[in-house]
């Protein structure tokens, strides 16, 4: 198969074309160099390059004041789960952590490994389909840090506004949203994303971390787990994803290109309101998430039957429209559509949607 399909998947997900275009020229040697960036020294010139462009890339893009640093690591999203608390969860505090899907449990299973947690508000009681409002929050103003998580993936619940915490640090997983549009980075402490949904491929992580935190780490922690290692070092105290970061600073080079995150969010509120209006049109379709909270990046929602559901993500990938099916966990349907989706896919899937009631409505 040469033609690409319509790649709806949550993560790994699917990348700009004249991004992939551009690593397979340089795939058996970047220019000037006769190897790949696979292949080369991380200390060399030519990595320290493609490294600091990449950072540049995304200081420039979200608009990163300085007094921050911007860390490629590794172990996913789901490491920092667990350095956020190490580092930061001293003896005797408490942490404030904003349930609003999937992912935020996660990380608070790692985190009362660490300390004290307290769930400043947890959206179960509406099946995760909202974000609380302010003052729906019980927060503890001596809280070490308040966590949320900007996007919930697997219920496609996105926070529309930046939560006030006052004094207290915010600390955001923006995994599935950072990068799809602008965002004040001067409001957070620590923001961390792995890349494999909008900005590259799995196995690199990056971190946005404010100075001063540093200087609340305890001493005494695991080298590799504590994030003055990785400052101190630029992300180079050991062996970086080279190739990861190689992809991400083309991806920032593509979204420049693009008009810079103004004119992406624009694309990606455009993108999602074709499908949620296609939810929204007939009551063939259920959307999961409340109006007001409903995601760009994931479109979740409900056909009359889970039978139904199968049949129609089943017969999606028969058109060309892969990776339809909800979350093992939550069910149903998910359209993922990231920075990188084609506007044409989304037309192809409203398009499907009309379809597929027409025949089994
Ligand atoms: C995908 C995802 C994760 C897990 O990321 P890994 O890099 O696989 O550890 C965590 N949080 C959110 C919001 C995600 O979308």
């Known amino acids: 198969m040469t033609e690409r399909i319509f790649n709806f998947s949550a993560g790994p997900a699917v990348l700009p074309v004249p991004v992939l275009e551009k690593a397979r020229e340089e795939m058996l040697s970047l220019p000037g160099v006769g190897m790949s960036v696979m292949e080369i020294s991380h200390r060399s010139k030519t990595f320290d390059a493609i490294h600091q462009s990449a950072k540049a890339g995304l200081k420039e893009l979200l608009g990163i004041p300085d007094g921050y640093h911007v860390l490629f690591l590794q172990g996913g999203a789901s490491l920092q789960f667990s350095m956020v608390p190490l580092n930061f969860l001293r003896d005797g505090g408490s942490s404030d952590y904003v349930l609003t899907g999937s992912w935020g449990k996660k990380a608070v299973k790692e985190a009362k490994k660490h300390g004290a947690v307290s769930v400043a508000a947890d959206m179960a009681d509406s099946r995760y389909n909202r974000v609380p409002a302010q003052d ?3 927060l503890d103003p001596a809280a070490a840090y308040v966590h949320i998580t900007s996007n919930e993936t697997i219920e496609g619940v996105e926070w529309k506004e930046d939560p006030q915490t ?6 955001c997983d923006a995994s599935s949203d950072i990068c ?20 590259g491929p799995s196995g690199v992580t990056v971190v946005i971390l404010r100075d001063d935190l540093l200087q609340k780490i305890p001493d005494g922690l695991d080298t590799m ?8 070092a630029d992300s180079l105290y050991n062996t970086p994803n080279t190739w990861g970061i190689y992809i991400l600073d083309l991806v920032c080079k593509w979204m420049r290109e693009q008009g810079g995150l103004d004119a992406i969010h624009r694309r990606n ?3 999602a309101r074709k499908i949620y209006e296609a939810i929204d049109a007939t009551a063939f379709y259920r959307g999961h998430a409340a109006r007001e909270a ?3 990046m994931n479109i979740t929602f409900r056909l009359p039957s889970e039978e139904l559901e199968k049949k129609f993500a089943a017969e999606a990938t028969g058109q060309r429209l892969d990776g339809l099916k909800g979350h093992r966990s939550v069910g149903g349907i998910r359209a993922s559509i990231y920075n990188a989706f084609p506007v044409e896919g989304v037309d192809a899937l409203v398009q499907f949607m009309r379809e597929f009631e027409r025949a089994n409505g």
């Open 269 to 271: 509120e455009e993108k």
């Open 294 to 296: 409903r995601s760009n």
């Open 225 to 232: 787990l504590d994030y003055r290692t990785h400052a101190q």
């Open 136 to 138: 729906e929050l019980k």
């Open 166 to 171: 006052g004094d207290v640090p915010l600390v």
């Open 180 to 199: 799809s549009r602008p965002v004040d980075v001067s409001k957070y402490a620590l923001i961390y994303a792995g890349a494999q949904k909008n900005l």
